[in-house]
């Protein structure tokens, strides 16, 4: 199946061209900080993890939302989901795999990436969360490619790659769940200290992921001959619809509980990102837009008859995509970090480089992805055809 991926249209072949002219600049810019340190990224010494940590938070959501899938498919016999299973493993493929690099990027130098494994420690939570990362690309891999090739050459599933979907549900939770980990066990910062940061990573997750992929959906309808259906996304609108409602009332959860009970150490991150705190406010318009966006996003999905009208189902979708990427992409990171344990702020912003390092990563991700989809829509095309 893998020879699919190097045929195709000449738009296909522009496409992965300039993707691959972007993942050059990329390149360049990394092998720049390579050689000269991070130094040349906006981080400081007291916001140590930036833009590529947040990356790599937001993205981790994007792969576990496979799961919403994953259940309804294999669990309760949802046949709708089975045409398009398969395309959401694939994205949680290209974003674990976008998720390592951008760790790759934060450490500056990638051979420290070796001391997990050269020096294990199990009381890490670093330690666990390369574990499950790790893991749960190997599942999804094996599993989309599994289950497609069956699918071509029309035969069930191998028996032994049931357990792993099985496994893969449970991962899908862990990998996120973990994440949320490495920031709550930080007893110095007061802004992630809270229980509730994991269901906000999930409940983040499961609308993100899930708009992406309709918005997936609705660009190869246009451009391929394959249909993801109708009801498949409409089921995922859904399951966005609930699941931003819930990441919204985690939100404000947390602000009540913030602002209630009045401690500094926890209440002056929220004002940072809100309002601004002691004249600095860079990400103040930000995080309001992000506000807006998932509250009109709400709207939209919520009503059925805006919901069902693809038009505006592609709005709301985009409106859920840019709105959690917002908070989990900018302002989960640098509101952590700012102000630091001293109420002293010294904001964040990433520079130039560490932008087209993102950037550079991104379109390898958005590479993988589309050669994966193209492997993935072509079997289908044969198998209906």
């Known amino acids: 199946m893998l020879e699919t991926a190097f045929k195709g249209t000449k738009g296909y072949f522009r496409w992965m061209a300039a993707l691959i002219g972007v993942i050059g600049v990329g390149a360049a810019c990394y092998f720049w ?14 916001v140590s993890w930036g833009f590529y940590i947040a990356q790599f938070t937001f993205l981790v959501g994007v792969a ?7 259940i309804p498919y294999y669990l309760h016999n949802y046949k709708a989901f089975g045409k398009i299973t398969v395309l959401g493993e694939f994205l949680a493929v290209a974003s674990v795999t976008m998720c390592l690099l951008f760790i790759l990027a934060d450490l500056g130098q990638p051979m420290r990436a070796l001391n997990m494994i050269l020096h294990p420690t199990p009381g890490s939570i670093l330690f666990w969360d390369m574990i499950v990362l790790n893991g749960y690309l190997f599942l999804n891999i094996v599993i989309g490619w599994m289950v497609l090739e069956a699918e071509r050459n029309e035969v069930k599933v191998a028996a032994w790659v049931k357990p792993l979907i099985y496994l893969s549900i449970p991962w899908a939770v862990s990998i996120h769940t973990v994440t949320a980990y490495l920031y709550c066990g930080l007893p110095g910062r007061g802004f992630w200290l809270t229980a509730i940061l994991a269901p906000r990573f999930l409940a983040s997750a499961f609308a993100a992921g899930p ?4 918005l997936l959906c609705l660009v190869v309808r246009k ?3 394959f249909d993801p259906g109708k009801e498949q996304i409409q089921s995922l609108a859904k399951i966005v619809a609930y699941a931003i409602i819930l990441n919204v009332f985690f939100l404000l959860c947390e602000v009540f509980v913030v602002f209630y009970s009045n401690i500094p150490e926890h209440k002056d991150h929220l004002l940072y990102l809100f309002v601004g705190l002691h004249g600095h406010g860079v990400l103040v318009p930000w995080m309001w837009t992000s506000i807006g966006l998932m509250l009109l996003a709400i709207l939209l999905l919520v009503n059925p008859y805006t919901r069902k009208d693809e038009t505006i189902l592609t709005i709301a979708c985009v409106c859920v995509f840019i709105g959690t990427w917002i908070d989990k992409g900018l302002g989960m990171i640098s509101g952590g970090f700012v102000p630091n344990p001293l109420h002293h702020v010294n904001e964040y912003v990433p520079t130039l480089p560490e932008l087209m390092i993102t950037l550079g990563v991104y379109a390898i991700g958005i590479l993988i992805l589309s050669a994966l989809f193209k492997i993935a829509i072509t079997v289908k095309g044969e198998v209906s055809s």
């Open 33 to 46: 900080q390579l050689t000269f340190g991070l130094g040349i990224t906006g981080m400081s010494r007291d």
């Open 64 to 70: 576990a939302s496979a799961v919403m899938l994953v």
């Open 211 to 214: 708009s992406l992929l309709i």
């Open 223 to 225: 451009i391929s001959h």
